[in-house]
């Protein structure tokens, strides 16, 4: 079937001798119009997609020059007549070896030029292939023909499909063993009565072989084991070209290599085993980050009866610097300060410096290593704190989701609170109270979601616990565990709309809960619990003080509903829960026991590092002396 394309190109002119054919001195324009063929479309993408061809016609002279004068018509035709000859080249090139490119030039009776262009595709040839492995049986030369035939007879003649045709040729023998295939005769011959070309393709496999001994070059410091554990073969395996290309993808992946070489070491081949060499090169890269973000909950008590003035919210000031090196993903020191800003009638503010080194482990292939030391101090709704602390953590993957970890944690506290905490009718505590801590945390993590700051589909189930020795306290040690699940359940295939839910449970292992110190008790309410409750506030609040008891259990639940706007912005509406458990006292009356529920509503931005979130939240049951009415929040990441 005959297929036309006919591009107008209208040249506007000054200084016309009538209807001469000689023009003198004249600038034209080119407006180019395209005619689709569907038919041709389908066959002929890269020529005939419209966005393509007006790219690669404008690429013409025709068009490159059309702001500089054309004194003749003689000189237009040089012009077209390298064009036409791109065009023939450019089809040939394409499998139209039959193809027919006609142009014409008239002169208009209005002083205008046009230029007809006239292309007659004819039809794509088919190809016919031929192939022959010179070094081979004929039972290996029919195998592999059989194989490259079938996965080639739907290919056409252009020049694009045939160097296809050899490198998928060449790349099947290099996987297959075959280290050093090459192409030694490729022709094409045209039979143009019947449109059809013929690929008469030689190839010379060289020698069969194996994986042998895998030699590793390497700068000081970078553990042998942490490359092979990135390599994708075993000695003894059939050789394959993939497994060598996934391999340096692998090693350059971790950052920290400037250059990555394996070469194949054919001049020791030892009968069927070739042996590799691997080379690497350290890529010494540095990296400075400084930010600072506020983040936290803050009361709105419109009535002005509230006697919880604490939020959790501050000014976090950051620095981090970051080395990739040959630790895995590389090593990150980081700065962390922060602080709180209190009304003036405050004489104790909230603080905090903290230093933390990462390292990954270059012995276990995605774990990593991370010293931490810090001094804190904190006023909350129920005690004032000052902490110093040192601790290291290692967090190492069983499989590619489940990841444990193990530490070592030592504190130093100094403890303050409500009078009636240190006073006779608590003859557990004196004021002030130091003690010192030594624990052991464990975790386990079991983690499906997609994202760790923006889950829309998936699960996290996270168990954690932690031993504690006690010394200057009532108590010798303390036992403690968590236990926490959240689901992510998008509710369309784009997942703008997701319905996320979270349970925990935590416990302290004590059988009195006078004797455990207040900082270590367990309370509700804040920004990651029930956000209707400021800070420790979802808790039941001792009769005649202003503070709560804390409890040895607690059980907290959220549900959210989220949705995306646009890819910027979304909103959400959450129902919160929470009741803790085992706070009666021996000496404190506290408030009749119950759950505490909250709902609200918030807004989302999302970046790059994670969402934006903005919360309004709203106690249910508030108890008008401690409770605001709403509760405002702001941080980084969804709240689970």
């Known amino acids: 079937m005959l297929r036309f394309l006919s591009l107008g190109f209208i040249l506007f002119f000054s200084d016309v001798f009538g209807n001469s054919l000689e023009l003198r001195d004249f600038f034209y324009t080119v407006n180019l119009s395209v005619k689709k063929d569907s038919s041709i479309f389908d066959e002929v993408a890269e020529l005939i997609s419209e966005s393509k061809i007006r790219s690669e016609i404008k690429k013409l002279a025709i068009f490159s020059q059309q702001d500089k004068t054309v004194n003749s018509m003689t000189a237009l035709n040089d012009r077209l007549n390298k064009d036409i000859v791109t065009i023939n080249k450019n089809l040939h090139l394409l499998g139209y070896y039959n193809a027919r490119v006609n142009h014409d030039i008239k002169i208009g009776e209005d002083d205008y030029v046009q230029v007809f262009i006239k292309v007659d595709t004819q039809n794509k040839f088919s190809l016919n292939v031929s192939i022959k492995f010179v070094d081979q049986n004929e039972d290996f030369n029919k195998y592999y023909t059989e194989i490259l035939k079938n996965k080639f007879k739907s290919f056409k003649a252009s020049m694009s499909e045939i160097r296809t045709i050899i490198d998928e040729a060449l790349l099947l023998l290099k996987n297959n063993g075959f280290y050093s295939p090459e192409a030694k005769k490729k022709k094409v011959f045209i039979d143009y009565d019947n449109e059809v070309a013929l690929l008469d393709l030689e190839i010379i496999c060289g020698k069969n072989v194996s994986f042998g001994e895998t030699q590793i070059i390497a700068f000081k410091g970078i553990n042998e084991q942490f490359i092979r554990n990135r390599l994708k073969w075993n000695q003894g395996e059939i050789f394959s070209i993939d497994k060598i290309n996934s391999s340096i993808d692998d090693l350059k992946n971790t950052q920290i290599f400037s250059k990555v070489e394996i070469d194949l070491i054919d001049s020791k081949l030892n009968g069927e085993t070739l042996p590799i060499q691997v080379k690497v090169k350290e890529d ?140 006779n009718k608590n003859p557990e505590w004196n004021l002030p109270h130091y003690y010192k801590a030594q624990s052991i945390p464990i975790s386990l993590v079991w983690d499906r979601t997609d994202s760790l700051l923006n889950p829309t589909s998936g699960f996290r ?79 039941e609040k001792v009769r005649g003080a202003k503070v709560t008891m804390g409890g040895k259990a607690l059980t907290e639940f959220n549900v959210e509903y989220r949705r995306k706007v646009n890819s910027d912005w979304g909103i959400i509406a959450f129902f919160d829960g929470a009741k803790v458990h085992n706070n009666k006292s021996k000496y404190f009356e506290i408030e009749k026991k119950r759950w505490f529920f909250s709902v609200g509503a918030g807004m989302r931005y999302y970046t790059s590092i994670g969402p934006i979130r903005v919360d309004f939240a709203f106690p249910l049951r508030r108890r008008k002396e401690v409770d605001s009415k709403i509760q405002f929040i702001m941080g980084l990441g969804q709240s689970f």
């Open 284 to 423: 010494k890269k540095h990296m400075l980050d400084i930010s600072l973000m506020y983040q936290g909950g803050r009361n709105m008590n419109f009535e002005k009866k509230s006697q919880a003035t604490k939020g959790v919210k501050s000014i976090i000031a950051k620095a981090s610097w970051t080395r990739l090196n040959a630790f895995g993903n590389g090593e990150k020191l980081i700065f962390n300060a922060e602080g709180t800003p209190m009304r003036s009638s405050e004489k104790r503010v909230d603080y905090a410096f903290e230093v933390i080194l990462v390292q990954p482990d270059v012995v276990m292939k995605d774990a990593t290593m991370e010293y931490g030391a810090s001094h804190r101090q904190e006023l909350t709704n129920v005690f004032f704190k000052k902490n110093e602390s040192i601790n290291f953590r290692y967090v190492f993957p069983l499989t590619d989701n489940l990841f444990a970890g193990i530490g070592f944690l030592l504190e130093d506290n100094y403890i303050d609170s409500d009078q009636i905490f240190f006073s």
């Open 461 to 539: 189930l996270e168990g954690k616990g932690t031993w504690m020795r006690l010394t200057g306290a009532k108590i010798n040690s303390l036992k403690s565990y968590s236990l926490a699940f959240s689901y992510n359940q998008p509710l369309d295939n784009l997942k703008k709309n997701v319905l996320a839910f979270r349970v925990c449970e935590k416990g302290i292992f004590s059988s009195d809960i006078d004797r455990i110190p207040i900082d270590k008790r367990l309370y509700g309410g804040g920004i990651n619990s029930v956000r209707g409750y400021a800070n420790q506030m979802a808790t």
